[in-house]
Every structure is written in structure tokens, then in C-alpha cells.
T-cell receptor
Framework: DAGVIQSPRHEVTEMGQEVTLRCKPISGHDYLFWYRQTMMRGLELLIYFNNNVPIDDSGMPEDRFSAKMPNASFSTLKIQPSEPRDSAVYFC????????????FGSGTRLTVV | AQSVAQPEDQVNVAEGNPLTVKCTYSVSGNPYLFWYVQYPNRGLQFLLKYITGDNLVKGSYGFEAEFNKSQTSFHLKKPSALVSDSALYFCAVTGGGNKLTFGTGTQLKVEL
């Protein structure tokens, strides 16, 4: 198994531009999570899906952020328009049956907004 | 609300000595507890978890953790530290649901 795959690994964009981060979960996993890691705030859960349906998006910082999961194999996190304070490492994680079997994280996308 | 506290930003230990990284938690309901490790510019790697049963949980790379319900703690331990264990360690918890909440992380530095 290739694990959770995130792309791109690094993204540098200018303020105001749209950014799309991508995630391919482990096949057969029914939960998908998006986290953001910053020095100031640590690891924050942004949103999670169960069977492609968003369950909790209370961590999404503002309307500029949106996430979708059109099928069991793919999810996107979009920021439009991006701002310098969005600079962070964004992690995707997937799980089979949630907390029962634990969570597998991708390698992350390092986003820099200049 | 659920939360995790890792009271030490950094732990220094000499190679070959035992190490402990502390974690306390707060949840309503039965806790599911996890330890993850992060190496520079890498994702989080799973070390071990506690769901139920034996309070002493053994995990990857010789790590273990002890669940203590009365003290609401889940400290990470290793009998003999290696320089290669130097990394950032995260404790995490879920209560009644699947939302995983992380602590702030503890930087472990193992020196020769």
C-alpha cells in the first residue's frame, strides 16, 4: 500500500491566488481528515469526512476554505483567496472505522503564501 | 471538549538512558489515546495506541506507554534511548467520536 498520498509536496503562491491541495486516502478507508500545522497553533483539525460526507467542519477557519470529497479515492482542500497567514503544513489523514483502527497521515503539503 | 497537555516543550536524554515523554488528557467518555512521531519535514508516524485492556501498551521501535485512568495520563517511555529517536512527539486523544485532538508536541533530543 502506498499510504496516504498528498500533492503537491510544496506550494508557493501569491496572496490572492487560489490554492488547491489534494489527497488520496488509503484504499478501503472510510474516514478522511484534513489538519493544519503551524508553530503558533500546532496541529488543528480543519474538517473530516465519513463515507465522502463532511461530518465536522467546525475547524475550517473561514469561508475562504472549502473541502470536498467527490469519491472515496480523492479529496481536495481549496483556499480562495489565499493570504500569508494561511502559510502552514497541511496534512491529510485517513482511517478505517475512525478511532478504532487509528489514523494514517500523509507526508503533508507545505504551503507558503507570499 | 477534549484536550491534551504535553507539559514539556523539550526533553533531553543521554543515549542509553531511559526516556519519558509526558502526556495528560481530558475527555468525556472513554479515551482512545495515541502517540505519533514526526521527523523534520515528514508526516506523522504512528507509534502506538490505547483503546482498552492492558494499561501498558507496546508499540513501534521499542516504545511503550502506560495508561493511568486516575491520573488521566498516557506517558510515552523507552528503556534505552537512541540518537535516532530524536524527533517531535505528539500525544493525541479522542473521546466519544472520531475527532483526534493533538497536544502541542514535545521535542525529544537524545545526545551521545
Amino acid at each position: 500500500d502506498a499510504g496516504v498520498i498528498q500533492s503537491p509536496r510544496h506550494e508557493v503562491t501569491e496572496m490572492g491566488q487560489e490554492v488547491t491541495l489534494r489527497c488520496k486516502p488509503i484504499s478501503g478507508h472510510d474516514y478522511l481528515f484534513w489538519y493544519r500545522q503551524t508553530m503558533m497553533r500546532g496541529l488543528e483539525l480543519l474538517i473530516y469526512f465519513n463515507n465522502n460526507v463532511p461530518i465536522d467542519d467546525s475547524g475550517m477557519p473561514e469561508d475562504r476554505f472549502s473541502a470536498k470529497m467527490p469519491n472515496a479515492s480523492f479529496s481536495t482542500l481549496k483556499i480562495q483567496p489565499s493570504e500569508p497567514r494561511d502559510s502552514a503544513v497541511y496534512f491529510c489523514a485517513s482511517s478505517y472505522r475512525g478511532r478504532v483502527y487509528g489514523y494514517t497521515f500523509g507526508s503533508g503539503t507545505r504551503l507558503t503564501v507570499v | 471538549a477534549q484536550s491534551v497537555a504535553q507539559p514539556e516543550d523539550q526533553v533531553n536524554v543521554a543515549e542509553g538512558n531511559p526516556l519519558t515523554v509526558k502526556c495528560t488528557y481530558s475527555v468525556s467518555g472513554n479515551p482512545y489515546l495515541f502517540w505519533y512521531v514526526q521527523y523534520p519535514n515528514r508526516g506523522l508516524q504512528f507509534l502506538l495506541k490505547y483503546i482498552t485492556g492492558d494499561n501498558l501498551v507496546k508499540g513501534s521501535y521499542g516504545f511503550e506507554a502506560e495508561f493511568n485512568k486516575s491520573q488521566t495520563s498516557f506517558h510515552l517511555k523507552k528503556p534505552s534511548a537512541l540518537v535516532s529517536d530524536s524527533a517531535l512527539y505528539f500525544c493525541a486523544v479522542t473521546g466519544g467520536g472520531n475527532k483526534l485532538t493533538f497536544g502541542t508536541g514535545t521535542q525529544l533530543k537524545v545526545e551521545l
